[in-house]
């Protein structure tokens, strides 16, 4: 585990970072540091924005209503966004926001909503997807927040889809097999994960996808999971046989 700092409160903004240029913090974010963390003038906060890295600042309220935060040194260099897609169909409010969460947390760097058959929900917020991813981010430690993509029907993805980026297919009727060695039988190159709805994905949707010779069809073992829950084990298995869990 990189040695960060956990302590200090941590926000993403949208402004660019330079040493000594002071970014204005919004009203949610003042709020939070003044009447929730009870900070004041002087105290030092961590900032990001996916560009810059991550900057120790310090707080200046040059007004009554105005806080700032301004960049003393920069402590982590900025990292790229994993090249690492994930698929889901979208789930109703409290549990979407949890998977995407998650989804983060384990190092998605594409979040792509996928309109299958079987969805739970019609619609999604692209703005309160980015807002959780955000929160995770901040959390976390996380320096770049994950593309968040709009939805996407089920036929226009495979339509448009790059075959020098493998998707593995995750499929609640596959024979419980071991997903390590599945993954780990792949040819080396891009990966993305698609995780379907509670109600699974239609027999059509399923001999598609089957029959796509970029597609790997894996087991999650022989419980059937939640959508929000296979998207966690998904995500650990393919980061632990394929992806940046590996030792080297």
């Known amino acids: 585990m990189p040695s960060h700092d956990f302590k200090s409160p941590r926000l993403h903004v949208d402004a660019d970072l330079v040493e000594a240029e002071a ?4 009203p949610v974010q003042a709020n ?6 009870r900070l004041g003038e002087g105290d030092a906060v961590l900032a990001f924005n996916g560009r810059d890295g991550e900057w120790r600042c310090e707080l200046r309220k040059p007004a009554k209503k105005k806080l700032d935060l301004v960049p003393l040194v920069r402590i982590r260099d900025q990292t790229p966004l994993p090249d690492l897609l994930y698929l889901f169909a979208p789930l109703k409010h409290a549990r979407l926001d949890y998977m995407v969460q998650k989804a983060v947390e384990m190092g998605a760097g594409t979040l792509q909503p ?16 980015r807002a959780n991813a955000i929160e995770a981010a901040e959390q976390c430690g996380i320096l770049s927040v994950p593309d968040c993509r709009d939805p996407i029907g ?8 790059d075959p020098a980026r ?3 297919f995750c499929d609640e009727r596959e024979e419980a097999e071991s997903p390590i060695d599945t993954l780990r039988a792949m040819p080396p ?16 949707e399923r001999a598609k996808l089957r029959a796509l010779p970029f597609v790997t069809v894996m087991s999650l073992g022989p419980r059937i999971l939640r ?6 084990a998904a995500l650990a298995v393919l980061q632990a046989a394929v992806g940046d869990w590996r030792e080297g």
Do not use: C, K
């Open 114 to 129: 996928v309109m299958t058959q079987h969805v739970q929900a019609s619609r999604i917020n692209i703005d309160r997807m």
């Open 189 to 204: 190159g891009p990966l993305a994960l698609l995780v379907g709805p509670e109600g699974g994905f239609s027999e059509d």
């Open 166 to 168: 493998h998707l593995i």
């Open 154 to 161: 089920f036929a226009a993805l495979l339509a448009a889809w």
């Open 23 to 26: 970014v204005g913090a919004s």
């Open 32 to 37: 939070y540091l003044l009447n929730v963390l």
């Open 227 to 232: 959508a929000d829950t296979a998207a966690v």
